[in-house]
């Protein structure tokens, strides 16, 4: 099994910078364990369905993001750490939201049902 911890949510203002992270553990985690992983962001706001943000391939070399938020966020991973980074700049009210992290054995993708593993969440409110 694999836990996920969201961590750096906090309340902003439009125009600002975040970054949330993504740590990682389990039983059997050594450093490395976690570039068996791809790793993907959504989020979730009030009265909406959750949403795919982008993605991050096992070692880093790939990345995918929703038109929503491409050229604005840019997804980093420090797989010795077992560490995966959401850096959010240009920050917009549509950006508040619950942001998740989620992991699986497997290929890029945006479907938030491909995922086997997530984490609790972590806010990001963005005041206009």
């Known amino acids: 099994q694999v836990q996920l911890v969201e961590s750096g949510g906090r309340l902003v203002q439009v125009g600002d910078s975040l970054t949330l992270s993504c740590a990682a553990s389990g039983r059997a985690f050594t450093p490395y364990s976690l570039s068996t992983y791809t790793i993907g962001w959504f989020r979730q706001a009030p009265g909406k369905e959750r949403e795919f943000v982008g993605t991050i391939s096992q070692l880093g070399d790939s990345t995918d993001y929703s038109d929503s938020v491409k050229g604005r966020f840019t997804i980093s991973r420090n797989n010795a750490k077992n560490t995966v980074y959401l850096q959010m700049n240009s920050l917009i009210s549509e950006d508040t939201a619950i942001y998740y992290c989620?992991?699986?054995?497997?290929?890029?993708?945006?479907?938030?049902?491909?995922?086997?593993?997530w984490g609790q969440g972590t806010q990001v409110t963005v005041s206009s």
């Open positions: 989620a992991a699986r054995p497997g290929p890029k993708s945006g479907l938030s049902s491909r995922y086997d593993y």
